[in-house]
């Protein structure tokens, strides 16, 4: 099962990852919400050392580290 969140509008939002190249070569993982379940990206549970932030004001969703 995808890890999901609700954000405050009541909208549920299912977690995807995805490896991407950056410009000097180097990959990284990238953490994006969804609202539909995409099985091939999905995200079992949410990363060690990230947590969900929550914008306030129109309540998008992104994954950021713990400092």
Known sequence: ?????????????YLNSKEVTLRGGKKQTIYYFSKDLRPDTAVEKLPDGMEVHINERNGFMTVKRIK
């Open 1 to 13: 099962m995808a890890y999901t969140q609700t954000n405050p509008k009541g909208v549920k939002y």
